[in-house]
T-cell receptor
Framework: ETGVTQSPTHLIKTRGQQVTLRCSSQSGHNTVSWYQQALGQGPQFIFQYYREEENGRGNFPPRFSGLQFPNYSSELNVNALELDDSALYLC??????????????FGPGTRLTVT | KNQVEQSPQSLIILEGKNCTLQCNYTVSPFSNLRWYKQDTGRGPVSLTIMTFSENTKSNGRYTATLDADTKQSSLHITASQLSDSASYICVVSINDYKLSFGAGTTVTVRA
C-alpha cells in the first residue's frame, strides 16, 4: 500500500452533471498530481498542485479543476460531464514536483462512468 | 503522436522465463525516465527512476536500462513469477510538473 487513498472507488454519473473526486496524500507530501486513464491506455496528466497552488496543467479543458488543502488532501472537480470523461482517475503524491526525480505514490483510483 | 511508445503491446511468458520490454521516446531533453508496474484496476507502482545520465538501475528482479543517445529504454524481468502479470508503463519527465506516459505493455505469466 502506498498510503494514498481515493474516494469514492466507483461512481456513475449522467452526462451534464458535476462530480468531485477526493484524494488523501501520503503524510508530508506537498505535491499532488491528477491523471485520467482510459481503458487500455496509459495515464494522461491533468494537473499538478504544489503547496496549494496549481503549477502545471495538461491538455484538459477548464471544466476540469482542482483544489489542494493545507493538510495536502485534494479534490478533482469535473463540470458538465461528457461520455468521454468515463475513465479511471488517479491521484499521485510526492515530496516535490512530479517531474523532478521524486518518487510518486499513486492511489488506487476512482472509476468514473458517465452515461 | 505519443511522445512515449512501448513495445510489444502485450506478451505471454512461462513462469521462470525472462523477458524484455522496450520503450522509445521522442522527448528531449528530459529530466528522468521511470518504469511503473500497474496491476489491473490499481494505481501504478514505481519500479525504477533513472536520470538522463544513468545507464542502468535494478530493483530486485527488474532491471531498467537507458540509452539517451538512441532515446531507448528497456525493462528486463528475470525469472518471472505469476505475480509479475501486470501492465508495465514507461514514463518520461518532460519538465518539473509533466510526465508523459506510454500506453504500457501487458505481461501475462503462465504456470
Amino acid at each position: 500500500e502506498t498510503g494514498v487513498t481515493q474516494s469514492p472507488t466507483h461512481l456513475i454519473k449522467t452526462r451534464g452533471q458535476q462530480v468531485t473526486l477526493r484524494c488523501s496524500s501520503q503524510s508530508g507530501h506537498n505535491t499532488v498530481s491528477w491523471y485520467q486513464q482510459a481503458l487500455g491506455q496509459g495515464p494522461q496528466f491533468i494537473f499538478q498542485y504544489y503547496r496549494e497552488e496549481e503549477n502545471g496543467r495538461g491538455n484538459f479543458p477548464p471544466r476540469f479543476s482542482g483544489l489542494q488543502f493545507p493538510n495536502y488532501s485534494s479534490e478533482l472537480n469535473v463540470n458538465a460531464l461528457e461520455l468521454d470523461d468515463s475513465a479511471l482517475y488517479l491521484c499521485a503524491s510526492s515530496f516535490g514536483l512530479a517531474g523532478a526525480s521524486y518518487e510518486q505514490y499513486f492511489g488506487p483510483g476512482t472509476r468514473l462512468t458517465v452515461t | 503522436k505519443n511522445q512515449v511508445e512501448q513495445s510489444p503491446q502485450s506478451l505471454i511468458i512461462l513462469e521462470g522465463k525472462n523477458c524484455t520490454l522496450q520503450c522509445n521516446y521522442t522527448v528531449s531533453p528530459f529530466s528522468n525516465l521511470r518504469w511503473y508496474k500497474q496491476d489491473t484496476g490499481r494505481g501504478p507502482v514505481s519500479l525504477t527512476i533513472m536520470t538522463f545520465s544513468e545507464n542502468t538501475k535494478s530493483n530486485g528482479r527488474y532491471t531498467a536500462t537507458l540509452d539517451a543517445d538512441t532515446k531507448q529504454s528497456s525493462l528486463h524481468i528475470t525469472a518471472s513469477q505469476l505475480s509479475d502479470s501486470a501492465s508495465y508503463i514507461c514514463v518520461v519527465s518532460i519538465n518539473d510538473y509533466k510526465l508523459s506516459f506510454g500506453a504500457g505493455t501487458t505481461v501475462t505469466v503462465r504456470a
